[in-house]
Nanobody
Framework: QVQLVESGGGLVQAGGSLRLSCAAS????????MGWYRQAPGKQRELVAS???????NYADSVKGRFTISRDNAKNIVYLQTNSLKPEDTAVYYC??????????WGKGILVTVAS
C-alpha cells in the first residue's frame, strides 16, 4: 500500500507563490507517474500537472507558465511550485501516484487558498 503525504498548502495573496510537496512511501514495485490534481468547491477534480519516471511533464492549460512540477526519483517526492497564483487556483490539491502495475493512489489533499 502506497502512502502519500502532502505538505505546503495554505493561504496566500494573489500573485504569490507556494511550493507543494508530496512524499510517497510503501511501494515495493516502484512508482511510475506522480502528479497533482485539484478540486475546487462545486467542481470536478482536475489534473494540474504530472511527471513520469523519465521526467516527462504534462500541465493543464490553466497553469502553464505559472506552475512547475518536479520529482526526486530517489526519494519518491514530487513538488509543485506554484507562482503568480490567482483566486481561481483556490482548491484542495491532491497528490497522485501510479505504480508499475497501474494502480493509482491518492493523498488526503491539502487546501490552497488564494485571496484577492
Amino acid at each position: 500500500q502506497v502512502q502519500l503525504v502532502e505538505s505546503g498548502g495554505g493561504l496566500v495573496q494573489a500573485g504569490g507563490s507556494l511550493r507543494l510537496s508530496c512524499a510517497a512511501s510503501g511501494s515495493p514495485f516502484g512508482i511510475n507517474a506522480m502528479g497533482w490534481y485539484r478540486q475546487a468547491p462545486g467542481k470536478q477534480r482536475e489534473l494540474v500537472a504530472s511527471v513520469n519516471s523519465g521526467g516527462s511533464t504534462n500541465y493543464a492549460d490553466s497553469v502553464k507558465g505559472r506552475f512547475t512540477i518536479s520529482r526526486d526519483n530517489a526519494k519518491n517526492i514530487v513538488y509543485l511550485q506554484t507562482n503568480s497564483l490567482k483566486p481561481e487556483d483556490t482548491a484542495v490539491y491532491y497528490c497522485n501516484a501510479v505504480n508499475a502495475f497501474g494502480m493509482s493512489y491518492w493523498g488526503k489533499g491539502i487546501l490552497v487558498t488564494v485571496a484577492s
